[in-house]
């Protein structure tokens, strides 16, 4: 077993681990395909294919799928550091549709992390690099419980 002092020494294996644990256990990412491609400290890209059963009656992703995807690569992101963190809330803003076979792509990045209060923000592009979503997400750390051992 790794020490804290190790950790704190390799905060990428960290990181990794964070990563490997949480996604482990993840099923709304196993149910809707996504994959976590890069984490590092503070940062987390996540992709996910739109499918057909993913699509609202206008024939364009669902904005709440598009939402969890940015939800999804906070999580990843904030947690990145081994302490566990949650969301107290987001603002996610929809700019485009996204359609059956597109690759989206979201990447969060922390803007603050001060104590317990976390604030990051999410870009979420499709294959073309055209911004489908921005989303806000400021979390709350809870302080002395790790993610993974």
């Keep these: 077993m790794e020490t804290s002092a190790a950790s ?5 294996a960290t990181a990794e681990r964070v990563r490997d644990g949480m996604y ?12 976590v491609l890069s984490i590092s400290p503070g940062h987390a890209s996540v992709a996910m294919t739109v499918r057909a059963d ?28 081994n302490e566990l963190t949650v969301a107290s809330g ?13 690759e989206l792509l979201a990447r969060a990045g922390v803007v603050s992390q001060t104590g317990r209060l976390g604030l990051y923000d999410v870009d979420v592009r499709n294959q073309a690099g055209e911004r489908v979503a ?3 997400g400021r ?3 809870i302080k002395g ?4 051992p």
Excluded: E, W
């Design 145 to 148: 419980k790790p993610v993974v």
């Design 24 to 35: 482990a256990t993840d099923a709304a990412a196993h149910t809707l395909g996504m994959r």
């Design 8 to 12: 704190a020494a390799d905060p990428q």
């Design 134 to 136: 921005v989303f806000r």
């Design 54 to 81: 993913m699509l609202n009656g206008f024939g364009s992703c669902q904005g709440g799928l598009i939402t969890t995807l940015a939800d999804m690569a906070f999580a990843y992101a904030c947690n990145s550091y």
């Design 139 to 141: 979390s709350y750390r």
């Design 90 to 102: 987001f603002d996610v803003d929809l700019l485009a549709p996204a359609r059956t076979g597109d």
